[in-house]
């Protein structure tokens, strides 16, 4: 060890078996927890038809408002309640709860008799069940990040809190590589009737183990300090967002900071999934293998990123990201088509299509619960494009006009579905998907990417680049939230801009950027999103997020 002028220790030597234990336990619990949080979206579509098979279409509306409101939107919730407790009570026992309410919750899950044998108890309880494990998250970052980060010696703190950047990660990669074994163990037949329970209940022992080396633990040196000398904060909520000068640092923390982060993990990790299986037509076990080996390769960056953050600073690293992903998205994207799906740019290219319909019946269809039904004949004929990958371009026509999509020289008229019943819907909506997708074929476009004409090693090589990006935003952001703001309020203030930023900026990405595909006709359209989310995180950023990395967080209550 040395110590500065400043009286600061400063890390030179190794780490030691405590600072070791530490981070191993804080970021096992946290991969434990991302792998229940990610169970539920991996299994979703079985979860659905053992749970929401009978229920009526209210009900099932309401549901599914519900289960995207766990999701998304109560994690930031989960971060006031548990931030609040963290910085009343402590760090570790806080985060010994909320590891224990989604452990609980998953185990559940796996044991709830479905739709057939209770009734409507059953998608009850598995929301009520969702909800905690969304607060139960929205809790558990912000501890453990803060616990780490109290308990590393100055100088590196964005080495020490990377570990715990990597978890969300490897909680998807555990929680596919258990459901994959699981499904290959036990067949497709009986993974859908009954095997699916199994992941659900293996996190019973992830979650023994999580609690036992977490009990093992201290409080975190910062906090105990504090408390001796009885500095903590009586109202953390009202010291945090109350404040003026604390809530315009939770400001300048997402919108300069965690917005931009999330839209940048998002697009690295599962928009680019999605842009492969929903618009590339890549089969999904082949594009999960080509995201699983780019985190695979890129995972280790999350660590020298965060090294390298104690050595230059957050803000170059996190706004450098951001920048850098922003101006490279169009390009690398058009790349991924080009090796993935040569066919589709080549249709693209060859065989423009026009859709003629009158504005005013054409919605954004920002659709992120999937309920809302869009049945003008403008939605109808954008949706089916946007869906099967088809570039097109817009021309307006008379008010009441019904859609029509031009292929090269031929037309074909959409339907408008308002008013009618789901049978005939169902009957007109057949007959239009039939026919345009005879049309569309036979433009050039391809029904699925030929598996025989994808660059795997190209494919593979920009997937890393992706991620990389992720790596440097993500990597240093642990650190640079907590040294932003004091001992006495860090938990609660810094885990609320963290959980809006990644739950509702990041949370929104895929659905928005459908929407804006389907509103322009340009595959590529909804890459704004991340992109002016991201630029807005540089600009703020450099404008008002001071840089932290010398910040001593012991004597800075």
Not at 159 to 179: E, N, R
Not at 258 to 271: C, E, I
Request: charged share 10%; glycine share 8%.
């Amino acid at each position: 060890m040395s110590v500065t002028t400043a009286g600061t220790v400063t890390a030179t030597a190794p780490m030691t078996r405590e600072e070791k234990k530490v981070i191993f336990a804080s970021s096992l619990g946290t991969v434990f927890e991302w792998y229940d949080f990610y169970l539920y979206g991996s299994l979703s579509a079985i979860i659905a038809a053992q749970f929401f098979s009978g229920v009526n279409p209210t009900a099932a509306f309401i549901f599914a408002l519900m289960a995207f409101a766990a999701g998304f939107a109560v994690r930031p919730f989960g971060a006031l309640v548990f931030g609040r407790l963290g910085d009343l009570v402590g760090r570790k026992y806080t985060f010994l709860i909320t590891i224990l309410l989604m452990g609980a919750s998953t185990f559940v899950v796996g044991i709830l008799p479905n739709y057939a044998t209770w009734g409507i108890a059953a998608p009850v309880i598995l929301i009520i069940l969702r909800l905690f494990q969304g607060l139960a998250l929205g809790g558990e970052y912000g501890g453990a990040a803060t616990y780490v980060a109290e308990h590393a010696p100055h100088g590196r703190r964005g080495f020490y809190t990377s570990w715990i950047q990597t978890t969300a990660t490897l909680g998807l990669f555990l929680s596919l590589l258990v459901i994959l074994g699981t499904r290959t163990w036990f067949g497709e037949a009986e993974f859908a009737a009954w095997a699916w329970r199994i992941p659900f209940l293996v996190s019973i022992i992830l979650l023994a183990v999580s609690v036992w080396i977490r009990l093992t633990l201290n409080e975190s040196p910062a906090f105990k300090k504090m408390k001796e000398e009885g500095k903590t904060s009586k109202a953390p909520l009202t010291e945090a967002f109350g404040k003026w000068e604390n809530a315009k640092v939770g400001l300048v923390a997402l919108l300069g900071g965690t917005a931009g982060q999330a839209v940048v993990w998002y697009t690295g990790q599962f928009y680019a999934l999605f842009f492969l299986t929903q618009t590339l037509k890549v089969d999904g076990a082949t594009a999960n293998i080509l995201i699983a080996v780019s985190l695979l390769i890129g995972t280790p960056f999350f660590i020298v990123f965060g090294w390298l953050s104690d050595k230059i600073g957050r803000k170059p690293i996190i706004l450098g990201g951001c920048l850098i992903a922003a101006l490279t998205y169009f390009p690398i994207f058009a790349a991924i088509t080009h090796y993935a799906n040569p066919a589709l740019e080549q249709a693209q290219a060859t065989s423009p299509v026009r859709v003629v319909a009158d504005p005013g019946e054409c919605s954004f269809q920002f659709n992120p619960v999937g309920t809302s039904k869009f049945v003008s004949s403008c939605d109808i004929a954008k949706s089916f494009l946007a869906r099967n990958s088809v570039n097109y371009s817009n021309e307006a026509a008379p008010a009441g006009t019904v859609a029509t999509i031009h292929v090269g020289d031929k037309a074909f008229s959409s339907f408008n579905g308002v008013g009618l019943d789901a049978a005939a819907f169902k009957t007109q909506s057949d007959a239009f998907n039939a026919e345009m997708t005879t049309a569309i074929r036979t433009a050039g476009y391809p029904a699925k990417a030929d598996p025989a004409a994808i660059n795997t090693p190209m494919v593979v090589a920009l997937l890393t680049i992706l991620v990389l990006f992720v790596t440097m935003v993500y990597g240093p952001i642990a650190a640079w939230l907590v040294e932003l703001f004091p001992t006495r309020i860090r938990y609660t203030a810094m885990s609320l801009p963290y959980h809006i930023g990644n739950g509702w900026f990041g949370g929104f990405l895929p659905t928005t950027a459908f929407a804006m595909v389907a509103a322009t006709g340009d595959i590529y359209y909804g890459l704004w999103y991340p992109i002016v989310v991201a630029l807005m995180t540089v600009v703020i950023g450099l404008l008002f997020a001071p840089e932290t990395k010398d910040r001593d967080l012991e004597n800075w209550h």
